[in-house]
């Protein structure tokens, strides 16, 4: 028995085939294409010469390479978790002091995701400078001993970078929670108040279990942000001092643009797409699991 005209499975498939077209032709291809150079030991120039796994094996075996992955994980703490505990206080306190002009107070938390990354970048390289205002504020309070080149300090400068993804990233999460705080019904708020919930319980029986969701999505996105950071430590430290703050999306610039070892950068580029991924799929198992 054939198939009814117009049938929906079929016409379904056709309303999908430009997007996965697009899909293919600007992920899914170069994807492949970075798997494949990756088993290469190619310079971009010359003809490239195949040796398998070994530069997964190299991702592996170099310290350098090791460090770069941590300084990814250390700066998840700082786009990540430190923003989702800010933003959740701070949605928290606007939604229950019902503040006037909340819309205004939403831009400006929001104004740093506007703001074009090599802006941002420049503009605090300006402040953690030797004779710039953070030192300036330090010695004024007769906090001599701490001004510094934050920027060129092995110890300060992973945790200053950090810091800027903490400033950047915060307003996004703080606006998401609050699209999700806003949705709350209110007879949750007063129910909770009727059997003399302060504000602490509240938050934890009534605003957390209710927000989930959007903290599931702020965590995504910001881990993301931090596992693929460049344009912030191009600027900022070009990874240094030394490899102190260098990444694997620095590296990958590095070794693809600088040293001419584009199999590297490439087996470099897969592994942290992997990391992504799991991470990712991570996050959201976990949080279908919470809202099961």
């Given amino acids: 028995m054939s198939s009814p005209p ?3 499975r079929k016409i379904g498939y056709l309303y999908l085939l430009p997007a996965l077209l697009v899909y293919g032709a600007f992920l899914l291809y170069p994807l492949g294409r970075a798997v494949h150079l990756s088993l290469f030991e190619w310079d971009g120039i010359t003809l490239g010469k195949f040796v398998g796994l070994s530069n997964y094996a190299d991702v592996v075996a170099d310290a350098g390479l090791r460090a770069a992955f941590g300084h990814a994980l250390v700066l998840i703490v700082f786009y990540s978790v430190l923003p989702v505990i800010i933003g959740l206080a701070l949605a928290s306190v606007l939604q229950r002091a019902r503040v006037r002009g909340i819309g205004f107070f939403r831009t400006v938390v929001f104004l740093p995701q506007v703001v074009a990354m090599v802006v941002v970048a420049v503009s605090w390289r300006h402040i953690y400078a030797p004779d710039g205002p953070l030192n300036d504020v330090l010695r004024a309070v007769g906090l001599d001993s701490l001004a510094r080149g934050w920027l060129g300090d092995y110890t300060f400068a992973l945790p200053a970078v950090g810091v800027i993804g903490t400033w950047f990233e915060t307003g996004l999460v703080t606006v998401l929670l609050l699209a ?9 708020y007063e129910a909770a108040r009727l059997d003399g919930a302060g504000a602490v319980a509240e938050f934890f029986a009534v605003v957390l279990p209710a927000v989930r969701g959007e903290i599931a999505v702020a965590v995504t996105l910001t881990v993301i942000a931090a596992l693929r ?3 912030l430590v191009y600027v900022t430290t070009s990874g240094g001092p030394g490899t102190s703050t260098s990444v694997p999306s620095y590296e990958v610039y590095h070794r693809a643009f600088e040293l001419g070892q584009v199999g590297s950068a490439a087996a470099i580029g897969v592994c942290l797409t992997v990391l992504i991924f799991v991470i990712t799929l ?3 198992r976990l949080a279908d699991r919470s809202t099961a």
């Fill in 6 to 8: 117009g049938e929906p």
């Fill in 180 to 188: 999700g705080m806003a949705r709350i019904p209110r007879e949750r």
């Fill in 229 to 231: 950071t460049f344009d």
């Fill in 282 to 284: 991570g996050v959201n």
